[in-house]
């Protein structure tokens, strides 16, 4: 026992490393102030009262959230589909789907984020295809319909995964009885698909929901600089003006508002799973 005990112990001291130390120093900085030469050890809560306080930057946490909201109900709305579709294909052409739909992940999503700015430019081939039909030029570039085409593009694999999995585990003699039982189509979906497959729901929104609040070169890249969101402002105090105190405390209220949909939505999965035991 004590040789696999010692067996974590190199695991330990790299999660200490990389997450532990860095977390501590964030905390460090959001609550202290900096002087001209060195860092001032000073309890105050001056950083987080400055967010607070900042109307502009509330507006930016609300449009992050509300970005993020309308990037998870459009990926359910689009992947709860195709993974059901997904799902209902047996052998081959299931495996072949599901490859379909990880293939993009392979590739960086920086660089498929810059794909989609050469795609919703002025020039780029959606404008191309409408000229064909004598429409435009639409400018969708540095809008906030293309920082949600890319949310949504980039992290709706997760949520398509995510569903299918449950859709796939669950037992089908369930439909079979309902079947039997005189139940429509519809009826069916809606009392045993639907039900057994919330588990899978949840988890999507949760990948998709908590980087989708977060990002911050997404909406650079495809906002061009002018459709600014919470990640975009932390970017702009460590790398920019050197604020870490005001970059730190901003990291520290957007990990508070992901441990609280992270709670919530374990919550709502536990209550799911507990109404389907019984």
């Not at 590739?107 to 404008?127: H, K, P």
């Not at 990990?255 to 109404?275: E, G, H, N, P």
């Amino acid at each position: 026992m004590k040789r696999f005990r010692s067996m974590t112990y190199p695991y330990i001291a790299w999660i200490i490393a990389i997450i532990v130390a860095p977390m501590l120093l964030i905390v460090l900085y959001a609550f202290t102030t900096s002087g001209n030469s060195v860092l001032t050890f000073q309890f105050t809560f001056e950083n987080f009262a400055r967010f607070v306080t900042d109307k502009v930057f509330m507006d930016v946490l609300l449009r992050s959230l509300y970005i993020a909201l309308i990037t998870t109900l459009i990926c359910v709305a689009l992947g709860y589909p195709i993974a059901y579709v997904i799902a209902q294909r047996g052998g081959r052409s299931n495996t072949i789907l599901i490859l379909l739909i990880t293939m993009p992940t392979w590739v960086n999503m920086l660089v498929r984020t810059y794909a989609w700015m050469g795609i919703l430019q002025d020039e780029g081939i959606f404008n191309t295809i409408l000229s064909w039909f004598g429409i435009g030029p639409v400018s969708m570039i540095h809008t906030s319909f293309a920082v949600i085409l890319g949310m949504v593009y980039n992290f709706i694999p997760f949520m398509i995964l995510q569903i299918h999995t449950s859709l796939a585990k669950m037992d089908k003699s369930l439909l079979e009885a309902a079947n039997d039982l005189g139940a429509t189509p519809v009826q069916a979906f809606l009392r045993v698909t639907l039900p057994l497959s919330l588990p899978g729901v949840i988890s999507g929104i949760t990948l998709v929901f908590l980087p989708a609040v977060s990002s911050f070169f997404i909406p650079k890249l495809l906002g061009g600089g002018q459709y600014v969101l919470v990640g975009n402002i932390i970017e702009t105090q460590f790398l920019t003006t050197g604020d870490w105190n005001f970059g730190s405390a901003i990291s520290l209220i957007m990990a508070v508002i992901i441990m609280i949909s992270m709670w919530l939505t374990r919550k709502a999965d536990i209550q799911v799973a507990s109404q389907g035991k019984e």
